[in-house]
């Protein structure tokens, strides 16, 4: 819940017409010109701009008319739970930007701001933070490799923005390598932090996470710089109704020598210099809730075992193709490639 922009955003039915000028006015810079009105109850009935206050004067409303008189009535909500990623989506094209978020009696519960949070994905989200980040030495030696500055922020604050935009709250992020310095670096926020006791691979820490038991989660390495839609990632994975869908890179291959095609001994064609094409897995998947929580406990698991796993199930396991920012900070090489773009 974004308390601070329901108190700034919301105001009584009650209310005077000037006191919503008032509160209009004083609204901070970048901030939607826009009030959410509610009635004695907490109930939203409508909302109001200095459009809507406009029209009311062209009316003959005076300032000290009621705000309930002036308010614009058929305005648009979301409800607290469930999937409105497509509602939400539609708003979003439609220009709408400040959107109520209300429970099933109609009552306010948010407010959100297209401009900062595009979507609101139902997901919850493990950040994999645990690894030592060798090649990155001398750097990681003091400093774990998610806490890398990366333009004015930590490698690791990207990914938390990625998922606030995406309205991703329920943020988890697993530990190992010098961990008391992510854990201080998140000491009073909402992210929580997991300790693993030893290294558990490259999801098995998921198992230490209070994961819900329905639903889906993203899980995504923390040392990632990507500008992935998530929200895009999300519909794909609902529209394949999958267990698991994997981010997927494009990645070429080119062999600067002649190919031969053979059948036993002998060459039935010949190929210059060829290159193909693959997708790669880009650490970024959805999964479905009830595989993370059969992962065993304090078992070391990679992502590829569960994947494979689920493959030889029969369950369903799709990919995504990113477009866009994708660099794994794995080598000063691609730490400088990432610092360069965000500079």
């Known amino acids: 819940m974004d308390k601070y922009r329901i108190q700034l955003h919301t105001i009584a039915s009650q209310c005077s017409i000037l006191e919503a000028l008032d509160r209009l006015n004083a609204l901070p810079s970048g901030e939607a010109m826009a009030l959410v009105v509610t009635d ?96 990155l030495r001398p750097l990681t030696l003091t400093t774990p490799k998610p806490l890398l500055p990366v333009g004015s922020r930590a490698i690791i604050d990207h990914n938390i923005d990625l998922l606030r935009r995406a309205g991703i709250t329920d943020i988890s992020v697993t530990v190992n390598y010098l961990a008391e310095q992510i854990e201080a670096h998140f000491q009073g926020s909402e992210v929580k932090t997991v300790r693993e006791l030893e290294p558990l691979g490259t999801i098995g820490a998921a198992a230490l996470c209070d994961i819900p038991p329905s639903g889906a989660s993203i899980v995504m390495n923390a040392d990632l710089l990507t500008s992935i839609s998530l929200e895009d990632m999300y519909i794909h994975h609902r529209a394949h109704a999958a267990d698991i869908t994997i981010a997927a890179i494009p990645y070429d291959v080119s062999i600067p020598y002649a190919i031969l095609s053979t059948q036993g001994p002998s060459v039935v064609g010949l190929e210059e210099k060829p290159s193909y094409s693959y997708y790669a897995n880009a650490g970024i998947y959805i999964i479905d809730n009830s595989l993370l929580r059969s992962l065993p406990a304090a078992v070391r698991t990679d992502a590829t075992d569960l994947i494979e796993s689920a493959i030889r199930s029969g369950l369903t396991v799709t990919f995504f193709p990113i477009s866009g920012t994708w660099i794994d900070i794995g080598s000063p090489a691609d730490y400088s490639r990432a610092c360069t773009l965000t500079n």
Do not use: N, W, Y
Request: hydrophobic content about 40%; charged content about 20%; proline content about 6%.
């Open 40 to 135: 004695p109850s907490g109930l939203v009935v409508g909302t109001l701009t200095d459009g809507d206050i406009r029209r009311a004067q062209l009316r003959g409303l005076s300032l000290s008319s009621q705000v309930s008189l002036a308010m614009h009535t058929a305005f648009s909500a979301i409800p607290a739970l469930g999937d409105a990623v497509d509602t939400l989506r539609d708003m979003r094209r439609r220009g709408l930007r400040l959107i109520p978020v209300t429970d099933p009696s109609g009552a306010l519960v948010d407010l959100i701001d297209t401009l900062h949070t595009p979507s609101r994905l139902p997901l919850s989200a493990i950040l994999m933070a645990g690894g030592k980040g060798e090649r």
